[in-house]
């Protein structure tokens, strides 16, 4: 979706202010892994957008790609990519374009691009574009309607036509404001401006670019000051005019970063106060991959709330434009919902409103990349999990720490710790999990919770949501032989089962039976039921699921370690299931294990 379609739509409540994040491509590969971990985190507050910056002189441009493409697809968070002219040919710049469009991503902010490092001023390269209104045109010819383009506005003028006395000749400004809507009028959407500390000049921006017929949403580039030397560097990299108070109120404090950015939190709450008063209803933070400062100017305007983070549904929502109206999937990925997206995709099409039949769903297969782990996840499950292992009890406690929370990572999950709804029935679980069935997805009953309930909530405003109790672990061919017993007395139960090779299938709904596990009903809507149980996706979940126990754990250990060679049987030996209580009123689901 662009962004401008998505400020439009915020607009129409007159009460809702809107804000973005900034990100830039980390040098090494393990702050690459922090930056998604960091970025998980605040996509969380369900920004409108987050943009990943264009190294300068295209330094990062592979890099910048590949990170876009991931916040997209894998984060899936509305994503705009910077792109400059910089050392940018026309075939480069239309490889960069083509890549994001291929990959869903529609929105660019066209920039002409600093100069590449060591030079003092910008260089038109051969074959390639002068100034950003050249890219937006370029854009616009080529790619029609495709992109959302935004473009960079100066309140207090470009860098570079800045004086050494810190301001621009009146004639320079005037200038710089006409050539802002001639990028405009050549098919900018939206204008994200250049840092500023000095509220006034922004208002006056706005208002003179209004004067000249601008009227598209021009968006305030908030910097928060995270330290003192970086807030004098990079101000004196963009010739930005610092008022007296804000120097006089870091002169005393500079040398204690703490105090610092308390302050800085105090200032880019105030700047926004201000300007959300003067009817802006856009905020965009220049985060410096930080995440406290900038989530802490949003806790400080009651926009967001940490113990309250609002879901569109149980699972992140996708931005790819080729699959953003995909409102239904299994319950089997809930835990690894990247690898989710990696097998699926390519569809053609994705399920809305219904799952439909899922024979004709092609999976991709099993590659490597699912089995990708971050280095922090990867640390976490070595200390957590590499533990010797003597007897099957000892597996069992593992998966019984994790339900209670005691271990913070699992091998069969890409998340951090527990989802909200699990500490519901933690204690079941880790009571079944102690008799030896393992369990890696479960959710609660749910009958008629209010849709902002914190724990299992979803969805718009005013609705309710309903969830059968679900729990899918693994156990001995023996002990399930028993609990197969036992579903006979409980008719509300649904089960599957089945072994690592697939040649043992054990259940009692057909094959084509799609059981909606999770569903909710909202003002003005159809029932949406986003989360399903079908067997046909748990026979390809399966393989996934038994991989996982050599693929990320077993592996821990060295070749011929006592503990890998258990894992490995219980892996070649134990059965996968999956397991519903359809009485979601009044069932109970873990009476069965007793």
Not at 249 to 262: G, S, W
Not at 419 to 425: A, H, L, W
Request: net charge negative; proline share 5%; aromatic share 10%.
């Amino acid at each position: 979706m662009k962004v401008i379609e998505k400020i439009v739509e915020a607009s129409k409540d007159a009460d809702k202010v809107v804000f973005s994040f900034e990100f830039f491509p980390p040098k090494t590969d393990d702050g690459v892994d922090n930056l998604f971990e960091r970025m998980e985190r605040m996509v969380a507050h369900n920004p409108t957008f987050c943009d990943i910056t264009w190294g300068a002189g295209g330094s990062t441009a592979d890099l910048t790609l590949e990170i876009a493409n991931r916040m997209q697809n894998m984060v899936c968070v509305e994503t705009m990519m910077h792109l400059t002219c910089t050392n940018m040919p026309v075939e480069k710049i239309d490889h960069a374009l083509d890549t994001i469009k291929g990959n869903g991503i529609q929105n660019v902010l066209a920039l002409r691009g600093d100069p590449p490092h060591g030079q003092d001023k910008f260089v038109q390269v051969e074959g390639g574009f002068s100034c950003a209104l050249d890219l937006v045109k370029h854009m616009r010819s080529k790619y029609g309607d495709y992109f959302g383009i935004t473009v960079a506005g100066y309140p207090e003028a470009h860098p570079d036509v800045i004086q050494s006395n810190g301001l621009a000749t009146p004639e320079s400004y005037q200038n710089d404001l006409a050539y802002l809507k001639k990028k405009v009028d050549a098919g900018a959407d939206v204008i994200v401006t250049q840092l500023f500390y000095d509220t006034d000049v922004f208002l006056k921006f706005v208002n003179d670019c209004r004067q000249i017929g601008i009227t598209c949403p021009i968006v305030p580039g908030i910097m928060p000051i995270n330290n003192y030397k970086g807030f004098i560097r990079m101000t004196g990299f963009c010739k930005t005019k610092i008022p007296d108070e804000i120097m006089a109120a870091l002169e005393p404090i500079k040398d204690n970063d703490e105090a610092v950015r308390a302050y800085g939190v105090h200032l880019g709450t105030e700047m926004c106060k201000k300007v959300m008063a003067h009817g802006i209803k856009t905020l965009h933070l220049y985060t410096l991959n930080m995440e406290k400062s900038a989530l802490g100017i949003l806790m400080n305007l009651g926009l967001i709330e940490e113990s309250k983070i609002s879901r569109p549904l149980p699972w992140r929502r996708p931005t790819n434009v080729f699959r953003v109206k995909e409102d239904v999937r299994p319950i089997f990925w809930a835990n690894r919902p990247k690898s989710y997206i990696s097998r699926t995709i390519g569809w053609e099409q994705y399920p809305h409103g219904k799952w439909g039949d899922s024979r004709t769903a092609s999976y991709g297969a099993l590659s490597d990349h699912q089995f990708m782990r971050p280095r922090s996840r990867d640390k976490k499950l070595q200390e957590e999990w590499a533990t010797p292992l003597k007897n099957i009890d000892d597996i069992s406690e593992k998966f019984s720490k994790y339900c209670l929370g005691k271990l913070k990572s699992s091998p069969w999950s890409e998340l951090d710790g527990l989802m909200p709804e699990t500490k519901i029935i933690n204690q079941q679980l880790g009571d079944i999990n102690l008799k030896g069935f393992l369990s890696i997805n479960s959710q609660p009953s749910v009958n008629g919770a209010k849709s902002d309930l914190p724990s299992v909530g979803w969805g718009a405003p005013g609705g309710y949501v309903y969830q059968k109790a679900y729990v899918e672990f693994f156990c001995s061919g023996e002990k399930l032989k028993g609990l197969v017993e036992k579903c006979k007395a409980f008719p509300s139960l649904t089960y599957m089962a089945v072994n690592k090779e697939g040649s043992s299938w054990i259940s009692n709904v057909n094959d084509t039976d799609v059981n909606a596990v999770t569903w909710g009903v909202f003002p003005a809507k159809e029932i949406i039921q986003p989360t399903v149980v079908d067997p046909s996706s748990f026979k390809v979940w399966k393989d996934e699921a038994f991989e996982i126990w050599s693929r990320n754990w077993a592996q821990l250990y060295f070749e011929g370690d006592p503990s890998r060679k258990l894992l490995e049987e219980v892996q070649s030996s134990y059965f996968l299931v999956s397991l519903v209580d359809n009485d979601y009123i009044s069932g109970d689901l873990f009476s069965v294990f007793n």
